[in-house]
């Protein structure tokens, strides 16, 4: 038994001798910097690129086998620039000697430092990190084991890595194709000791710059990455990222919490559980200088493979704004297109433009832009975005319907909208205090070469709309823009109590834009709507009218100048307001035969009906057909109004029709069978009516002076000279009475 003692411990004491002369004489004897060129061609040959240690390789073997290379660097393939493809300051790495007797590895920490990747695309497409993965790898199922016992080829089982500690790296990536600069840098990456199965700390900080430094993004994670033994998966618990986002002036910090993320490192898919992502921005650039949100999502899966992600659900807040979302996406690499719902919680427009920092518009309601909501269903991909089973709240009004927009060299827009109620007028400023007269005139340059950009086809309907005074009902129109030319047709609605039907047309081809209206009006009801429309309460009637008009201008201002066109009409059983021409008649006459004027039955004018046509030439309205029907007269004349200045001048004849009674004597008027000229003109708001009785009178005055003077009708012709001068006289003494009594 001492024996065989002996013989172990003296066995032991050679171990220890030879480990102990291995320690000393190794290092000494072996230089691994001689096997330098040697491990260059290697990496050569295998890779098909330059490869080069400048550094210094060491080593040592107790108690670690270890090894450590100084500046290494990978160089690219031909066609791309001469700057390294990898670069490495230096590297260490080692291992416990005693466990390799039984095959087991324990490695120490894993050092990187100064690493430099330059990853760069050219303008065709290739790459320089194209070719460097082989397709020799062993499957899986001949792999060594990641842990526990040792192959029974012999190979080592990994048992622990002491850790990775990567410092100062910087990965740089430039794509000439989209003329793209991305440069991220890993300051520092540290973790706890690594095992199979065990969960380590991790910690990195990092600092990507786009646009050659416009933009940087910094971030700082904190995790506790609890790996799968079989390496196939892992779970990082207690996330923490932090960062901060600056582009000039404007600074935007960020904290991303999620309690749970899965990761399947043997496949492509990562599952995040119970993300919260608190960020704040501010600057200049940033509305209301500061703004603060937050994201939160329950769940969140991603498969690269498949190119799929899903988050069932998840709410976004900002600047008041409550948002909640389900969100599908498909091909996210290559081609991302997503689709899911969306809805806008209630909010008020109002505070919102508010805590942006933007002005409130002054509206002539200032109750409005009170609320709003939006609920639909939406698809986008990286050109288009698509609304369906769209439902927008504004105040009390609701529009619904599908509408889809495309963006690109032409914006592509495609509508079916609805909406139930709107009174525009609402949110118009309001009626200036000024009065009108003494008020600037506003004029607006009018350009439209957005048009030239736009294919639009939408379709619109709505049961009731109000914009400048006028209301609309039954609306129903369709929308058309194509290559600078913007039609509306149809056009249709139900308006005070009648129809308009017709089309519009905007081209903007050339400037300045021609705008071009054929419409036709059928049993319009006057009254409201000269009311509504420019508060003109002078004239009633059922009216039937038709136009083809157009005008061109490079502002506001010229609109009406340039108006030209053709229209025609007739308004029936209505009434000019304020002005009375029968009565105007008889006073006039009443006053040359110096008698009192009649007691005024009405102060309107009725008519059974007033039709005729008109051109209009550079703003000017001419009309040479005008004929009407009213109580006691027959009505006819021509004139012109001036659209742009609101006046008009017309000249009428009116003709008393024999059956014509004196109000104030219920008798034949003798002026019966008279034709009488009249002048209208003024304002349109208050025109002048002035009756001209020069004619009547002094036929009648010399009548009655050959009556008294016995003077037969054979003889007239002879004494009518020498009554001249005597009847218009009389004549001017009857007007200049009549203009005093006025």
């Known amino acids: 038994m001492s024996r065989l003692l002996q013989i172990i411990l003296g066995l032991f004491g050679l171990l220890v001798v030879l480990v102990l002369a291995a320690v000393i004489i190794i290092p000494l004897v072996v230089d691994p910097n001689d096997y330098r060129d040697h491990i260059a061609r290697g990496v050569e040959e295998d890779t098909g690129r330059s490869f080069e240690i400048e550094g210094e390789i060491s080593l040592s073997v107790f108690p670690w086998l270890g090894l450590e290379v100084g500046r290494m660097r990978l160089g ?39 690493l430099r990747v330059n990853l760069v695309k050219l303008a065709d497409g290739s790459a320089n990190w194209e070719g460097l993965g082989g397709d020799d790898a062993a499957p899986s199922s001949d792999r060594a084991p990641s842990g526990g016992a040792p192959a029974g080829d012999g190979s080592f089982s990994l048992d622990r890595i002491g850790g990775l500690r990567l410092s100062d790296a910087i990965v740089r990536y430039e794509d000439r194709q989209q003329g793209s600069v991305i440069e991220a840098a890993l300051p520092r990456l540290v973790t706890g000791e690594l095992a199979p199965g065990q969960p380590f700390p991790l910690e990195a900080e990092a600092m990507v710059t786009l646009d050659e430094g416009a933009t940087r993004i910094a971030a700082k994670l904190e995790a506790r990455v609890r790996p799968a033994r079989d390496g196939s998966a892992a779970t990082l618990e207690g996330t923490k990222l932090d960062g901060e986002i600056s582009a000039g002036a404007a600074r935007q910090s960020f904290e991303l919490r999620v309690p749970t993320v899965d990761l399947a490192l043997a496949g492509p898919t990562l599952e995040l559980q119970g993300l919260e992502l608190d960020f704040q921005a501010s600057g200049p650039e940033v509305p209301g200088g500061s703004q603060a949100g937050r994201l939160a999502a329950p769940t969140a899966r991603a498969d ?144 439209f070469d957005w048009l030239k950009g736009l294919d639009l086809d939408a379709s619109f309907r709505a049961g009731r709309l109000k914009v400048n005074g006028l209301t609309l009902t039954e609306l129903d129109a369709r929308a058309v823009a194509r290559e600078g030319v913007l039609t509306l047709q149809p056009f249709g609605a139900a308006l005070y109590g009648g129809q308009v039907r017709g089309s519009a047309r905007l081209d903007a081809r050339q400037a300045p834009a021609t705008f071009s209206l054929d419409q036709s009006l059928s049993a319009l009801q006057l009254l409201p709507f000269v009311q509504d429309l420019a508060g003109f309460d002078r004239l009633t009637g059922v009216a039937q009218l038709t136009a083809k008009l157009s005008t061109s201008a490079a502002s506001t201002a010229g609109l009406a ?105 219920g008798e034949r008027h003798e002026l019966a069978g008279a034709s009488l000229p009249l002048r209208l003109r003024g304002s349109l708001d208050s025109p002048s009516v002035s009756v001209d009785l020069g004619g009547v009178l002094r036929d009648r005055v010399q009548q009655e002076a050959l009556q008294r003077l016995g003077i037969q009708e054979e003889d007239r012709k002879a004494a009518e000279e020498e009554l001249k001068d005597r009847a218009l006289d009389r004549v001017r003494r009857l007007q200049d009475r009549l203009r005093r009594d006025d």
Do not use: C, H, M
Request: proline share 6%; glycine share 10%.
């Open 76 to 114: 690219n393939p031909p066609g791309f620039d001469e700057a390294p493809f990898v670069e490495i300051g230096s590297a260490a790495v080692g291992a416990k000697l005693l466990p390799l007797l039984s095959r087991r590895l324990e490695i120490s920490t894993l050092r990187l430092d100064g």
């Open 304 to 447: 690269l493979d498949a190119q799929t992600l899903s988050i069932p659900s998840f709410s976004v807040e900002l600047a008041g704004l409550r948002l909640a979302a389900e969100l599908d996406g498909t091909r996210i690499v290559d081609a991302p297109s997503f689709a899911g719902r969306l809805e806008i919680a209630e909010f008020s427009p109002r505070a919102l433009l508010q805590r942006l920092g933007e002005e409130v518009p002054v509206t002539a309601d200032g109750a409005v832009l009170g609320k709003a909501a939006l609920n639909a269903r939406f698809r986008a991909g990286t050109e288009t975005v698509e609304l369906e089973d769209l439902v927008l709240l504004l105040d009390d009004t609701r529009l619904t319907g599908n509408a889809a927009v495309g963006v690109g060299a032409v914006t592509r827009v495609r509508a079916q909208l609805a909406l139930d109620a709107i009174d525009l007028d609402r949110y118009l400023p309001p009626e200036p205090e000024t009065p009108p007269e003494e008020a600037p005139a506003g004029d607006v340059a009018l350009a």
């Open 561 to 665: 100048s340039g108006l030209n066109g053709e229209l025609s009409f007739d308004v029936s059983d209505g009434a000019f307001k304020g002005v009375n021409l029968w009565y105007e008649i008889q006073r006039a006459n009443a006053v040359a035969r110096g008698r009192a004027a009649p007691v005024r039955s009405s102060s309107d004018t009725d008519f059974r009906q007033l039709r005729g046509t008109a051109v209009i030439r550079d703003g000017k309205l001419v009309n040479q057909d005008l004929v009407g029907g009213l109580p006691f007269l027959a009505l006819a004349g021509q004139g012109e109004v001036d659209l742009a200045g609101s006046v008009l001048d017309y000249r009428l004849t009116a003709t008393v029709i024999r059956e014509a009674i004196d109000e104030a004597t």
